[in-house]
């Protein structure tokens, strides 16, 4: 009875749903309201970052201290859940008297790859919106429909709108695939001309 009534409480799983979707919206709006702020405030003078926007003086200079301090301390942070898969790999395969030397070398040589990334790429910005529009349109957009085919076939619950309602959602998402990934290759092109 008595999950019954957790059921109806606004901390319960129904509403679990309510809230995450609130959670989306408002970061997407302060998201939105933010950048376009930013935007009539500098014009075109924009950059691709906020802080290579702030004037060169000690107070702003703090501040992107400040910024490098807390990529610094969230690092790790970020670099936890490839790391759990990598040592998971590691202690499956590998003996275990060279486990730790393995778990050590992945952990060193992820961050020195990824510190090499972001030194050696001229415009990281153009990269980074070159693997954005080539990985999150085929997680955002392209594996969803795809999942739910599969998920579907293996339970026969395929019918006629389902394959309308896919095929729609796949050629939407072949379109964007293929226009980001292109007119991101076309600035990286422009670049180095």
Sequence with gaps: MERRSQLFLPCGP???????ILRVRLFWTRYLTDNN??????????????TLNLPMTPFYQTIKL?????????YPLQFYVPMERIEKWITRKI??????????FARYA??????????????????????????????????????????????NELSPSLWFKNVLLLSFAFIGFTTGTYSALVEIVKTFE
């Excluded at 400040?66 to 969230?74: P, Y």
């Design 14 to 20: 129904r509403h679990f749903q309510c809230h995450w």
């Design 37 to 50: 702020f930013r935007y009539l405030s500098l014009g075109n003078d924009v950059r691709d970052t906020a």
């Design 66 to 74: 400040m910024f490098v301090a807390c990529i610094m301390i969230s």
């Design 95 to 104: 003996p275990v008297n060279k486990q730790t030397f393995y778990i050590y």
């Design 110 to 155: 992820g961050v020195i790859l990824t510190c090499a990334i972001a030194e050696l790429i001229p415009h990281l910005a153009l990269f980074i919106s070159l693997i954005g529009a080539f990985s999150g349109a085929s997680m955002a957009l392209l594996f969803p429909p795809c999942i739910e085919l599969l998920t579907s076939y293996a339970k």
